[in-house]
């Protein structure tokens, strides 16, 4: 079956209102395949600015929008945060929920990560959930037992039905902005892994689940990745701040 591609852009805390312009101008250069959509997360502020300009230049909706995270929260007093109901009112499709860096930086469990994959999918938003180990839990062997452990709350929370709805990001913590890309077969190998799991609550829903990589993708790498059989496009860090770079990685896939 031919599943949804991805590729998704996750400016982290960069960017600027002029990288918007220029990002929207390059990406309407871009032929992408057919079953493939770009997904830019630009910081909470410029998610407003993108939706318009996206809309003023005539961006086919091929390209989506995407925020870096959200609450599990409806609303209330809860300083600081965005709810899910507040990005969709931008035209938000898209939210990236437990990236490695909320995970270490920020404590968010893989229970919590849980309650706001169902927030999201309950407002519209299609949640990509970031999932990865450690280099030292590569290192022991832990891999699989740590992406059961980050899989397992969503299949609790959701149900497995509804995991047709998420999109899953398999970032080796190690690969994310250090240069180091896991080979190709690595990746497979992993991805594959992800996708077996899913398919022992239900195999169709693993048919349908598109898994991303993420780490250190560039324009160098990504075609050899794009190509394995599990990998159903990438999520781009660094390299999505470089416009010429991005698009090329976008026709790639
Ligand atoms: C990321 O932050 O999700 C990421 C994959 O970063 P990079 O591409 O820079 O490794």
């Known amino acids: 079956m031919t599943r949804q591609a991805i590729v998704a852009a996750n400016w982290k805390m960069n960017g600027s209102l002029s990288l918007v312009k220029e990002m929207i101008s390059g990406l309407k250069q871009v032929e992408l395949a057919s079953n493939v959509k770009v997904v830019v997360c630009p910081s909470f502020p410029y998610l407003a600015a993108y939706s318009n300009e996206s809309t003023k230049q005539n961006l086919s909706n091929k390209f989506c929008l995407g925020a870096q995270n959200m609450s599990e929260q409806q609303n ?4 600081g945060e965005v709810s899910s109901e507040m990005l969709s009112e931008l035209s938000v499709n898209y939210v990236i929920l437990g990236h490695s860096e909320r995970r270490s930086l920020y404590q968010e469990t893989s229970n ?3 309650l706001k994959v169902a927030k999201a999918l309950e407002d519209n938003l299609t949640p990509i959930l ?3 180990e450690s280099e030292q839990e590569r290192t022991a062997e832990k891999t699989e ?6 899989i397992q709350p969503v299949i609790d929370e959701i149900g497995i039905e509804k995991f047709t709805e998420v999109v899953i990001a398999y970032e080796p913590v190690w690969a994310i902005g250090t240069g180091k890309t896991a080979s190709p077969e690595m990746a497979q190998e992993t991805h594959a892994f992800i996708r077996q799991y899913l398919a022992n609550e239900s195999d169709i829903v693993a048919q349908k689940v598109p898994l991303l990589y ?4 560039n324009e160098g790498n990504c075609e050899q990745l794009f190509a394995q059989t ?3 496009g990438g999520l781009i860090g660094g390299a999505s701040l470089k416009v010429e770079e991005f698009s090329v990685i976008c026709s790639t896939a």
């Not at 037992?145 to 980050?150: E, G, N």
């Not at 993420?214 to 993708?217: A, L, Q, R």
């Open 76 to 79: 209330g007093a809860y300083t």
């Open 112 to 114: 919590l990560i849980a």
């Open 130 to 132: 970031c999932i990865g």
């Open 145 to 150: 037992a740590v992406l059961a452990s980050q």
């Open 214 to 217: 993420g780490g250190s993708v």
């Open 230 to 232: 599990d990998i159903d």
